[in-house]
C-alpha cells in the first residue's frame, strides 16, 4: 500500500466511449503525474502536475484529457480511443517537482480498448 | 536526462548477494541516480538514490563509482520477493520526471 489509489483497476472500452481513470494520494503530496505502459515498452510519462497546475504534457494526443482538481485528485479523461491505447496507466505523486523526491506509484489501471 | 544502460536480464539464487550494475557515461555532474523496481502486477516502487557516495538503507546499497559514470544496486540477500524489473534512472536537478528505460528484469531462483 503506497497511499496512492487508482480506480477502476480494470477498464474495457468501445472505441466510441467515454470513461475516466482516477487517482487519488494520501500523502500530502503537490505533484502528480500519469504514465502508461504498453507491453514491453517502457513507462512512458504522460502528464505532469505541480501545485494543481499542469507543467508537462509529453505531446499526449487530445484524446487523453487531464483534470487536476486539487492536490490529492488527478484524473484523466478518455474519449475516442484506438486499440493501440490499450496499456497499463499508472498514476504517481511526489512531494513536489524537486529532484530528490522519490515519486510512490499507485497500482495501476488495465485498460483494454476494443 | 542522460541515458544509462542495464542488462536486460539476471538471475540469482535466494539468500546470495544480487549486484545489479548500470552504465551511465554521459551522467553530468549534478545528475542523481535513482533506482526503482516493478514488481509483476503493480506500479513501480522507489529503492534507494544517491549523487556521488554509496548509500545504503532497508531495501539495498548503491554504489557509485568514482567518475559516476556507473553505480551498481546491490540486493544483501535476494528474497523470491525481489523478483522484479529495475530501473536505473538519472534526474537532472529542477522540475524534472523520471524517464524510465526498459531496466534490468532479475529472476530469483528458489
Known amino acids: 500500500e503506497t497511499g496512492v489509489t487508482q480506480t477502476p483497476r480494470h477498464l474495457v472500452m468501445g472505441m466510441t466511449n467515454k470513461k475516466s481513470l482516477k487517482c487519488e494520494q494520501h500523502?500530502?503530496?503537490?505533484?502528480m503525474y500519469w504514465y502508461k505502459q504498453s507491453a514491453k515498452k517502457p513507462l512512458e510519462l504522460m502528464f505532469v502536475?505541480?501545485?494543481?497546475?499542469?507543467?508537462e504534457n509529453n505531446s499526449v494526443p487530445s484524446r487523453f484529457s487531464p483534470e487536476c482538481p486539487n492536490s490529492s485528485h488527478l484524473f484523466l479523461h478518455l474519449h475516442t480511443l484506438q486499440p493501440e491505447d490499450s496499456a497499463l496507466y499508472l498514476c504517481?505523486?511526489?512531494?513536489?517537482?524537486?529532484?530528490?523526491?522519490?515519486?510512490?506509484f499507485g497500482p495501476g489501471t488495465r485498460l483494454t480498448v476494443l | 536526462d542522460a541515458k544509462t544502460t542495464q542488462p536486460n536480464s539476471m538471475e540469482s539464487n535466494e539468500e546470495e548477494p544480487v549486484h545489479l550494475p548500470c552504465n551511465h557515461s554521459?551522467?553530468?555532474?549534478?545528475?542523481?541516480i535513482h533506482w526503482y523496481r516493478q514488481l509483476p502486477s503493480q506500479g513501480p516502487e522507489y529503492v534507494i538514490h544517491?549523487?556521488?557516495s554509496n548509500v545504503n538503507n532497508r531495501m539495498a546499497s548503491l554504489a557509485i563509482a568514482e567518475d559516476r559514470k556507473s553505480s551498481t544496486l546491490i540486493l544483501h540477500r535476494a528474497t523470491l520477493r525481489d523478483a522484479a524489473v529495475y530501473y536505473c534512472?538519472?534526474?537532472?536537478?529542477?522540475?524534472?520526471?523520471?524517464?524510465f528505460g526498459k531496466g534490468t528484469r532479475l529472476s530469483v531462483i528458489a
Open positions: 534512472i538519472l534526474r537532472t536537478p529542477g522540475n524534472t520526471p523520471l524517464v
Open positions: 544517491g549523487l556521488t
Open positions: 500523502l500530502g503530496h503537490n505533484a
Open positions: 504517481a505523486s511526489s512531494q513536489n517537482g524537486v529532484t530528490y523526491n522519490e515519486q510512490f
Open positions: 502536475y505541480n501545485f494543481k497546475e499542469q507543467t
Open positions: 554521459t551522467i553530468s555532474g549534478t545528475d542523481y
